[in-house]
C-alpha cells in the first residue's frame, strides 16, 4: 500500500510567485493535514480537511495561504504572492479518522529567493 | 496560547546510555501523541497515550502520560545509533494538533 505522497519534492520560486503544492494521501483516510515545518522547529499547523470540508484553518499564516481537497482525497496548498519568510518544508499527513495515527508524507521543501 | 514544550532541546548521549525527553503543556491534554523524525525525513507516529497515569512500552522504548494529563515522557534504554533523530510529543485538539518543540538526540558510538 503506498503512503503519503507529496509533489513536488522541491520548490523554488522567486519572491512575489504563486505556488502550488500536492499532497495524495492514504487511500481512504478521512483527515488530512497541512503542516509547515522552519528548519530545526516541530510542525505547525496549518489546516485540517475531513473529507472535502476543511474544518481549521486556524493556522494559515495569512490569506496568501489557501487549501482545498474538493474530492475529498487530492489536497492542494497554494501560496500566492510568495515571499521568503514562506520558505520551510511543507508537510502533508493524513489519518482514518479524527485523533487517530498520522502518516506523514515526505514533504515539500520550499525555497523562495 | 495553546503551547507544548519539550525538554532538553539537545541531547547527546554514549551508545548503551538511557535518554529521556519531558513534553510539558500549559493545559489538561486529551491525549498525547509521540514521533520521531530522523535527520532529512519525516515525522514517525510511535505511540498514542489518552489515559491519565498510563504507561506503555515498545521494547526499549517507555513511554508515560502524567496524572493530571499535563505532561508525558519519552524514556528510551540502552541507546542505540538507530535512535538517532528529534523527538515530539503533539496534542490533539478538536480538530489540529500542536506539537512539541522537539528533542534532538544524538547517539555517540
Known amino acids: 500500500g503506498a503512503g503519503v505522497s507529496q509533489s513536488p519534492r522541491y520548490k523554488v520560486a522567486k519572491r512575489g510567485q504563486d505556488v502550488a503544492l500536492r499532497c495524495d494521501p492514504i487511500s481512504g483516510h478521512v483527515s488530512l493535514f497541512w503542516y509547515q515545518q522552519a528548519l530545526g522547529q516541530g510542525p505547525e499547523f496549518l489546516t485540517y480537511?475531513?473529507?472535502?470540508?476543511?474544518?481549521?484553518k486556524s493556522g494559515l499564516p495569512s490569506d496568501r495561504f489557501f487549501a482545498e481537497r474538493p474530492e475529498g482525497s487530492v489536497s492542494t496548498l497554494k501560496i500566492q504572492r510568495t515571499q521568503q519568510e514562506d520558505s520551510a518544508v511543507y508537510l502533508c499527513?493524513?489519518?482514518?479518522?479524527?485523533?487517530?495515527?498520522?502518516?506523514f508524507g515526505d514533504g515539500t521543501r520550499l525555497s523562495i529567493l | 496560547g495553546q503551547q507544548v514544550m519539550q525538554i532538553p532541546q539537545y541531547q547527546h548521549v554514549q551508545e548503551g546510555e538511557d535518554f529521556t525527553t519531558y513534553c510539558n503543556s500549559s493545559t489538561t491534554l486529551s491525549n498525547i501523541q509521540w514521533y520521531k523524525q530522523r535527520p532529512g525525513g519525516h515525522p514517525v507516529f510511535l505511540i498514542q497515550?489518552?489515559?491519565?497515569?498510563e504507561v506503555k512500552k515498545q521494547k526499549r522504548l517507555t513511554f508515560q502520560f502524567g496524572e493530571a494529563k499535563k505532561n508525558s515522557s519519552l524514556h528510551i534504554t540502552a541507546t542505540q545509533t538507530t535512535d538517532v533523530g528529534t523527538y515530539f510529543c503533539?496534542?490533539?485538539?478538536?480538530?489540529?494538533?500542536?506539537f512539541g518543540t522537539g528533542t534532538r538526540l544524538k547517539v555517540l558510538a
Open positions: 497515550l489518552v489515559k491519565s497515569g
Open positions: 499527513a493524513s489519518s482514518p479518522d479524527r485523533g487517530q495515527p498520522q502518516h
Open positions: 503533539a496534542e490533539s485538539g478538536t480538530y489540529k494538533y500542536i
Open positions: 480537511f475531513q473529507n472535502e470540508a476543511q474544518l481549521d
